[in-house]
């Protein structure tokens, strides 16, 4: 297995810097100390070039992460940090005197002037190449952090406009859409930028205040759609928010009371129109949107309509949108499937339910594991697709337990269509005690 070979490497590495440091060339430790790291070598140079890697504190072999209990691990990551080096990869033509050099200049003591990947170098080592921790990698981190700060934020200002539009939502109330539109623009905007980030937007529900919530996620997932069609940016407003108010209708009952639950269901699509209809200026297909979002292509929907009556684009996009969210929805408001099921179901449904034609693009757009899906891989390493890849079976994935089942102290981020670990399994967040929007 490479990953014993990868520990016996660094055992044999940490042993020799320790041997190196303790006694004289000649010592008989020194020189068995160096007869078993070039051994170490050798096992793992056998098929080709072997690379160590740190990422965060953390030895890897390849995209493997090293138990952190074995021997000379935590020294070994300690020293090439302080040594600023991101990977070493070893060769098959490593001699003993890069061995010595390595071992030379592992032992100096760290400082800034030290640039212990290109010392190698100039020592005209050539079986081990060490590659530099670039400082960006931390910049990096820190403005990743920086993004999902200010995307959390856009998220908590579109609730708190749509909060304000439903409290001025009364029986002859007019809201104001201002500042929604506003939003919805942004968020808009967003998306063109980082689908992934506002589609980890979309995960995150709030049981307090689950209208709220869907409202958004229903809006972020209707755009995707638009997007996906190629709708201009005037429509993808005017899709947004619509997709955005689709529900507002239910805010005119109290559903406490569940005879008032019932009749909400039943009558938020006419309601939800006439709140709408008595804005100045109000955008037609919101009005249309509330009214058709729940009738179905093959009839039976509600409000029932007539046989040859063809729902407005944009309605069909959210029933889509709204479906989906529903059936990803953990509880009493939703079915608590898996993304990759819901998509399935979504298939399903375009029998007699959904439009086809744009079930199918959001599909494209979300790829058959879509954002927000905990995965596990084949090296049994889990965690959760962070954006989706140019093949739909290959997204990007931020990993949160590493193959040794343990929790990641950071996340780490890989593009699977670069690497040669799969998709196993998907896994219901609740089986982990996970909620994926903290890793989105
Ligand atoms: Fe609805
Ligand atoms: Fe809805």
Not at 216 to 236: N, Q, R, V
Not at 271 to 287: H, K, S, T, W, Y
Not at 403 to 415: Q, S, V
Request: proline share 6%; aromatic share 4%.
């Amino acid at each position: 297995m490479s990953d014993q070979r990868a520990i016996a490497l660094v055992t044999a590495l940490s042993g020799a810097r320790k041997a190196f440091s303790l006694y004289p060339p000649q010592h008989p430790e020194h020189r068995g100390a160096l007869e078993a790291l070039l051994g170490a070598v050798l096992e793992a140079t056998a098929e080709g070039p072997f690379a160590l890697n740190l990422h965060l504190g953390r030895l890897y072999q390849e995209s493997r992460v090293l138990p952190a209990d074995s021997p000379g691990l935590k020294s070994t990551a300690r020293s090439l940090e302080g040594h600023r080096i991101e990977s070493l990869t070893f060769h098959p033509s490593f001699t003993e005197s890069d061995a010595i050099v390595l071992l030379e200049v592992l032992a100096r003591r760290p400082s800034p002037d030290l640039d212990a990947a290109a010392l190698l170098e100039e020592r005209g080592v050539v079986g081990v190449v060490a590659r530099r921790l670039e400082e960006g990698a931390a910049e990096e981190m820190a403005e990743r952090e920086e993004r999902r700060a200010r995307d959390r934020a856009l998220h908590r200002r579109l609730a708190g406009a749509l909060r304000q539009v439903t409290s001025q939502v009364g029986p002859s109330g007019s809201p104001d859409m201002g500042e929604a539109t506003i939003v919805v623009e942004d968020i808009l905007n967003r998306l063109m930028e980082d689908n992934a980030a506002v589609l980890g937007l979309a995960t995150l529900h709030d049981d307090g205040e689950s209208d709220l919530f869907h409202a958004i996620s229903t809006m972020i997932y209707a755009l995707t759609i638009g997007l996906g069609l190629g709708i201009p940016p005037e429509g993808l407003t005017s899709l947004g928010l619509s997709a955005l108010l689709h529900d507002i209708g239910k805010m005119a009952f109290d559903r406490s009371d569940p005879a008032e639950r019932e009749r909400a269901r039943a009558l938020h699509p006419r309601i939800g129109a006439e709140i709408l209809a008595r804005i100045p200026n109000v955008d037609q297909a919101a009005m249309l949107v509330a009214h058709e979002h729940h009738m179905r292509p093959g009839g039976g929907g509600w409000p029932e309509a007539e046989p040859d009556y063809v729902a407005h684009p944009y309605s069909r996009m959210v029933a889509i949108a709204d479906r989906y969210d529903r059936l990803i929805t953990d509880g009493p408001n939703g079915f608590g499937l898996t993304p990759d099921r819901a998509i399935v179901q979504l298939l399903r449904e375009t029998n007699d339910a959904l439009d086809r034609t744009f079930t199918r693009v959001f599909v494209r757009e979300m790829g058959a594991f879509p954002v927000g899906c905990l995965v596990r891989l084949s090296d049994l390493s889990v965690g959760v697709v962070s954006a989706p890849g140019e093949d739909p079976l290959q997204p990007h994935v931020r990993l949160v337990y590493g193959a040794d089942g343990l929790t990641l102290e950071e996340h780490r981020d890989t593009d699977l269509a670069g690497s040669d670990l799969s998709i196993m399994e998907v896994v219901q967040p609740a089986d982990l005690a996970e909620r994926v929007s903290d890793h989105l």
